[in-house]
């Protein structure tokens, strides 16, 4: 079994173990959170860099998903017609069409995304590449996500540097980010109190909650914002 093979295994377990719970809606206090932290970061993030009208913004997430991080940046201001998602599993991709009629989606690996080079303003991915173990994989869609990027837009990344319980993951941490993107300058935020951490935390005292995360010494994931070097 190739890795991509064992990675539609696992998600399709993930859909069977997670069927009846609620921890990744935004009714869940703890994920809830984690969200609205990891949004306040990335909009201060774009913000530096100017990047406060999204309207015209051609955006791309790999592993997209059901579309819930693209559906966030129709808050941001982001046009539907201009997002555009990309994911090995038809299945979710079938629920991030029901979302975003407007929107583009292809299902593909990632390794050879189907757009013309410095085709988007923003391109992202949000714990997929974690998820992939074969480095071979790994570096080639790291490669595809700078060609497809214009040389004055920025990747998102979101994803951790540690998840020692799930083997089924890979933590990727600030070295191997740097050796993903060469040629790129980087902004790495330390972010995400450790999920479970905030389980217990989070619903007792959002106040703790924060103020854990601060310290940064038990953040679980980095945000980072990658650019071209001109």
Not at 65 to 92: C, K, M
Not at 127 to 149: F, H, N, P, W, Y
Request: positive net charge.
């Amino acid at each position: 079994m190739n890795d991509l093979d064992r990675l539609r295994n696992e998600y399709e377990n993930r859909k069977h173990r997670f069927a009846d719970k609620d921890i990744y809606t935004w009714f869940n206090t703890v994920n809830l959170f984690i969200l609205q932290q990891r949004q306040r970061v990335l909009l201060s993030a774009l913000k530096k860099r100017g990047m406060t009208n999204l309207s015209d913004s051609a955006i791309l997430e790999m592993g997209c998903g059901a579309g819930g991080v693209l559906t966030e940046f129709l808050n941001f201001g982001a046009s539907p017609r201009n997002l555009y998602g990309i994911d090995l599993l038809s299945d979710r991709l079938l629920e991030a069409r029901e979302k975003l009629p407007a929107s583009h989606f292809v299902n593909a690996d990632g390794q050879r995304i189907p757009f013309n080079a410095q085709s988007f303003d923003l391109v992202m991915q949000y714990t997929a590449l974690s998820s992939i173990l074969d480095e071979g994989i790994r570096v080639q869609i790291a490669k595809d996500m700078t060609r497809v990027l214009k040389p004055n837009g920025v990747i998102v990344w979101y994803d951790f540097w540690l998840n020692p319980t799930n083997p089924q993951t890979h933590g990727i941490r600030p070295s191997e980010i740097r050796s993903l993107f060469p040629s790129c300058n980087f902004e790495f935020h330390k972010i995400t109190l450790a999920p479970p951490i905030a389980r217990k935390v989070a619903p007792v005292s959002w106040g703790l909650a924060l103020l854990l995360e601060n310290l940064k010494l038990f953040n679980s994931h980095y945000l980072v914002i990658i650019s071209p070097i001109l």
